[in-house]
Every structure is written in C-alpha cells, then in structure tokens.
C-alpha cells in the first residue's frame, strides 16, 4: 500500500538568491531525489528580512519515505554545502520533526554605500572586492550571494570556517578603498 508524501521544508541558512538555490541545492536535490525515489522537490523559496534583504531561503519537498528520505535529504544538502543553521521541517505521526543539517560557516561583507568620499565611490569597483576576496579565498571559501540595500551592499561569503575566511580577507579588506567602514559579520 502506497502512503501519502510528507511534505517537508528544506530550511536552508543561506542568503542566496533563487538562482544560486536552484543552481547549489534545489535542481541536484530534484535529481538525485528522482533517481532514488525517496521523495521529489515541488518548488522552493526565500525570506527575506523587513529591509528586504535575505534571511535564508528553502526547498519543498515531498518525501515518500520519510525517514529514510528525510536523513538523505539533509545529508545531501549538507554534502553540497549547506550552511550551519539548516533544517528539514515536517509533521509525523503528530509530532512535529526539525532535523538540523549543514556543516559550512558564513560571512556577511557589508560595504558601505552611502558615508564614503564620493572619490572612493566613483574611482573603485565593487566587481573588485568580489574578485579579490573569491580570489583571496581559493578552496577555502567563496562568495555565494549578495544584496544591494539603500545604504549598503552585502557580499556573502560561505566555507569551512568563518574565522579562517575572515583573516584571509583581512589585509585586502584594510586597503581596498571601497571596504573603508565595512561591516563584516558571521552569518552560519
């Protein structure tokens, strides 16, 4: 006898635009979902905070077996780089299921964009930074999503650890005209 899927959300601690999920997570999840027949991806999301930047975004998924779906879904993720923070919400049985998931760490770069000297602004370059600091990062980590809000731009960084990537980055950050008065925060 064929049960009802479970639905499930993929809570992914991730500030990515719906591209990067798609691209990252949400069309390998789809495909490697369909070749095992756990369970398929019906679509996914973003949240975004009041000022409109990203919270994090997720994936739906109905899971046809549900415990042995819901362990391959996070450990998938989590293979492809979820970040700290993740989880797989359902309901069961009656009880309300939250698996956490995800090994990587994250930094958010928040540039500045309105208390520099107009030099700065007009003589860099923000495709610099982006470079320089997935350049800077190599294996260790790489940006994977980014916000313009109305007083600043953010730059968000994911690897295996937000200390290491945040000293790596340190004397570019100290130079470079264009991150004078940036913020830099660990996100996951």
């Not at 520099?116 to 982006?130: A, F, K, T």
């Amino acid at each position: 006898m064929k049960h009802k899927p479970v639905f499930a959300y993929a809570q992914l601690n991730a500030r990515i635009m719906p591209v990067a999920r798609g691209k990252y997570y949400q069309t390998p999840l789809a495909e490697a979902l369909a070749e095992n027949g756990l369970g398929e991806v019906g679509g996914g999301g973003t949240m975004q905070m009041k000022g409109g930047e990203i919270e994090y975004c997720g994936i739906d998924v109905d899971l046809f077996e549900v415990e042995e779906g819901g362990r391959f879904v996070c450990d998938f993720l989590t293979a492809r780089g979820a970040p700290k923070g993740s989880k797989l919400c359902y309901e069961y049985m009656g009880n309300d299921i939250e698996l956490p998931f995800g090994v990587a760490e994250g930094l958010a770069i928040y540039l500045n964009g309105t208390e520099l000297p107009d030099d700065v602004y007009r003589q860099s370059d923000i495709n610099v930074v982006m470079e320089s600091v997935d350049r800077l990062l190599g294996k260790r980590g790489a940006i994977e999503g980014y916000w313009e809000g109305p007083t600043e731009t953010a730059l968000y960084l994911y690897g295996e650890s937000a200390n290491e990537m945040r000293m790596t980055i340190a004397p570019f950050m100290a130079e470079y005209p264009l991150c004078q008065r940036a913020r830099i925060e660990k996100i996951a």
